[in-house]
């Protein structure tokens, strides 16, 4: 092969290569990252200030229930296990707001208040 034909296939290798990272870096599942959205930061607060008020009067939120469908216009805070289990995905357990369409974002709360997830 000559050196034209051997460049050319290098250089076309390193192209897709880097397009195939790039496809991977960008549909990787992606965690809440402060400071990214003012919006999904406000609404992770809020969501945390909420768990702490309801946390404090005893309710038992060991099932991962809704915890608000009004957290603020448009979204919804839920409660889930981490990891995920079969209970997490039971309607009941699910904030109605978001099943029903009427909310578009949630934010999801670990049973100790973390956040797991923003969308």
């Known amino acids: 092969m000559s050196f034209r034909i051997k460049l050319f296939l290098f250089i076309f290798s390193i192209i897709l290569l880097i397009t195939l990272v790039i496809l991977w870096i960008n549909t990787e599942k992606k965690s809440y990252q402060p400071g990214i959205s003012t919006e999904?930061?406000?609404?992770?607060n809020q969501a945390q200030f909420i768990y702490r008020e309801t946390k404090k009067t005893g309710i038992d939120l060991k099932n991962g229930p809704c915890l608000t469908n009004a957290?603020?216009?448009?979204?919804?805070?839920?409660?889930?296990?981490n990891p995920r289990t079969k209970v997490d995905d039971l309607p009941e357990n699910q904030c109605s707001a978001y099943l029903?369409?009427?909310?578009?974002?949630?934010?999801?709360l670990d049973l100790e208040g973390n956040v797991v997830r923003v969308h």
């Open 40 to 44: 999904f930061d406000q609404a992770a």
């Open 100 to 108: 029903q369409g009427n909310a578009k974002h949630f934010v999801e």
């Open 71 to 81: 957290l603020m216009p448009g979204w919804v805070a839920d409660l889930v296990h």
